[in-house]
């Protein structure tokens, strides 16, 4: 039937170890036969290996390595051009960009030419007068709110020793109830304590009596001051009034006056309007004259324009089209040289290991299944032969 004793488990260990020696060995192995030397059209690759170090030198072939010498000493002269026009491209933003002298319109006014007649009325009345004899038949909340506070002030000067000889007699005529029996909350106690409440009463009554009289008479005062301000600006006002008639009477005088030299102005208007007509004709040839003079500095402005601007942009194209120039290839860019593509694979020396662990598990797994069911059909044979010897 076999050993009953179960397999030793593998040495995975021991597998690991050899498994990472043949990795190593593979790894190696595969760079390689993926890093040969190479000689080609454009250059080559020398590949050398110090133990598991490997040195590689590239060089470009002789056509490729003028080519690489000429291309680098072109970007590094675009370059240097590139600077020289940048350092002028900026001189020349931070001054004033100017196009040409500024060219104005035949007819167009300039400020020198304009004026503005300014008139000051003599005896114009106040504008503001209104308003102000307006604020003085009112109150407003400031004063109403100084009003109350008087008020208030009056009653707290009048209460002020009050309530600190209400509070001491409240205190006396407590220890002396107290003292006589009498305590808080008998009715001999709430009649005794309410004749003081009561006189306390009556001197905030006649507090609040005093500082509303006071309040009163303040409020008179104010209404008193405000009615004089407003007949001194009645007053005032007359004043201006008259002083408005009189001017109104200066310039009606003054508009007479111009009307008579008005009429006498118009006969030499007339004669110098017969003159002024046969000189017209002149100045619209001269208008004329001055439109055309006017269209040709326009363009000439437009010619300017145009040539400051072609002398900003054009090194701002040349720097861009130096900078934008072709570069050169290495031929061994895409890797350290020559790829084969070929990949040597380690020996599978873990999976070997673990698959033979497994057969032997697998195998003793059978001879166990193979044992107990032997072990089973001793014992049901046993069994029958029992029965039967019991039946005999």
Same mark, same amino acid.
């Not at 060995?25 to 036969?33: D, N, R, S, W």
């Not at 004709?281 to 324009?305: E, H, L, S």
């Not at 089209?321 to 020559?338: C, K």
């Not at 049901?380 to 029965?387: R, T």
């Given at each position: 039937?076999?050993?009953?004793?179960?397999?030793?488990?593998?040495?995975?260990?021991?597998?690991?170890?050899?498994?990472?020696?043949?990795?190593?060995?593979?790894?190696?192995?595969?760079?390689?036969?993926?890093?040969?030397?190479?000689?080609?059209?454009?250059?080559?690759?020398?590949?050398?290996?110090?133990?598991?170090?490997?040195?590689?030198?590239?060089?470009?072939?002789?056509?490729?390595?003028?080519?690489?010498?000429?291309? #680098?000493?072109?970007?590094?002269?675009?370059?240097?051009?590139?600077?020289?026009?940048?350092?002028?491209?900026?001189?020349?933003?931070?001054?004033?960009?100017?196009?040409?002298?500024?060219?104005?319109?035949?007819?167009?006014?300039?400020?020198?030419?304009?004026?503005?007649?300014?008139?000051?009325?003599?005896?114009?009345?106040?504008?503001?007068?209104?308003?102000?004899?307006?604020?003085?038949?009112?109150?407003?909340?400031?004063?109403?709110?100084?009003?109350?506070?008087?008020? #208030?002030?009056?009653?707290?000067?009048?209460?002020?020793?009050?309530?600190?000889?209400?509070?001491?007699?409240?205190?006396?005529?407590?220890?002396?109830?107290?003292?006589?029996?009498?305590?808080?909350?008998?009715?001999?106690?709430?009649?005794?304590?309410?004749?003081?409440?009561?006189?306390?009463?009556?001197?905030?009554?006649?507090?609040?009596?005093?500082?509303?009289?006071?309040?009163?008479?303040?409020?008179?005062? #104010?209404?008193?001051?405000?009615?004089? $301000?407003?007949?001194?600006?009645?007053?005032?006002?007359?004043?201006?009034?008259?002083?408005?008639?009189?001017?109104?009477?200066?310039?009606?005088?003054?508009?007479?006056?111009?009307?008579?030299?008005?009429?006498?102005?118009?006969?030499?208007?007339?004669?110098?309007?017969?003159?002024?007509?046969?000189?017209?004709?002149?100045?619209?040839?001269?208008?004329?004259?001055?439109?055309?003079?006017?269209?040709?500095?326009?363009?000439?402005?437009?010619?300017?324009?145009?040539?400051?601007?072609?002398? $900003?942009?054009?090194?701002?194209?040349?720097?861009?089209?130096?900078?934008?120039?072709?570069?050169?290839?290495?031929?061994?860019?895409?890797?350290?040289?020559?790829?084969?593509?070929?990949?040597?694979?380690?020996?599978?020396?873990?999976?070997?290991?673990?698959?033979?662990?497994?057969?032997?598990?697998?195998?003793?797994?059978?001879?166990?299944?193979?044992?107990?069911?032997?072990?089973?059909?001793?014992?049901?044979?046993?069994?029958?032969?029992?029965?039967?010897?019991?039946?005999?």
């Amino acid at each position: 039937m076999g050993s009953s004793k179960a397999p030793a488990a593998p040495d995975y260990v021991g597998a690991a170890t050899v498994q990472g020696a043949a990795n190593k060995e593979a790894a190696l192995t595969t760079g390689k036969v993926n890093n040969p030397t190479v000689y080609n059209p454009y250059g080559s690759q020398e590949v050398t290996w110090n133990g598991d170090q490997p040195t590689v030198t590239q060089r470009l072939g002789q056509a490729e390595q003028q080519l690489k010498d000429t291309t #680098d000493w072109a970007k590094q002269e675009s370059a240097g051009a590139g600077k020289n026009l940048a350092h002028n491209i900026r001189a020349n933003s931070e001054g004033h960009f100017k196009t040409g002298e500024d060219v104005v319109a035949p007819g167009s006014l300039r400020d020198s030419d304009t004026g503005y007649a300014q008139y000051a009325g003599t005896g114009r009345a106040n504008e503001g007068l209104g308003a102000e004899m307006a604020k003085t038949g009112r109150m407003d909340a400031k004063q109403v709110d100084s009003s109350q506070k008087y008020r #208030d002030d009056v009653i707290n000067a009048m209460m002020g020793r009050v309530d600190i000889g209400t509070k001491k007699q409240r205190e006396q005529e407590n220890s002396r109830l107290i003292a006589a029996g009498l305590r808080p909350g008998t009715e001999a106690y709430r009649e005794a304590m309410d004749s003081i409440n009561r006189g306390y009463n009556d001197a905030r009554q006649q507090a609040i009596i005093s500082g509303g009289s006071e309040a009163s008479r303040s409020e008179q005062m #104010d209404i008193a001051a405000r009615q004089q $301000r407003g007949a001194e600006l009645s007053l005032n006002e007359n004043l201006n009034a008259q002083d408005y008639q009189a001017g109104l009477q200066r310039r009606t005088a003054q508009q007479q006056a111009l009307q008579t030299n008005a009429g006498l102005n118009l006969q030499d208007f007339n004669a110098r309007l017969a003159n002024k007509t046969f000189s017209n004709q002149g100045i619209v040839q001269n208008n004329a004259n001055t439109a055309n003079v006017y269209a040709m500095k326009q363009d000439a402005n437009k010619n300017r324009i145009a040539n400051a601007l072609a002398q $900003r942009n054009q090194p701002i194209n040349e720097m861009i089209s130096l900078q934008q120039g072709q570069q050169v290839n290495n031929p061994f860019a895409g890797g350290l040289g020559y790829q084969a593509g070929a990949n040597v694979a380690p020996a599978p020396v873990a999976q070997g290991v673990q698959a033979q662990g497994q057969a032997a598990q697998n195998q003793y797994n059978a001879q166990q299944a193979s044992r107990n069911a032997n072990i089973g059909a001793g014992a049901g044979l046993i069994g029958s032969i029992g029965s039967a010897a019991m039946y005999r």
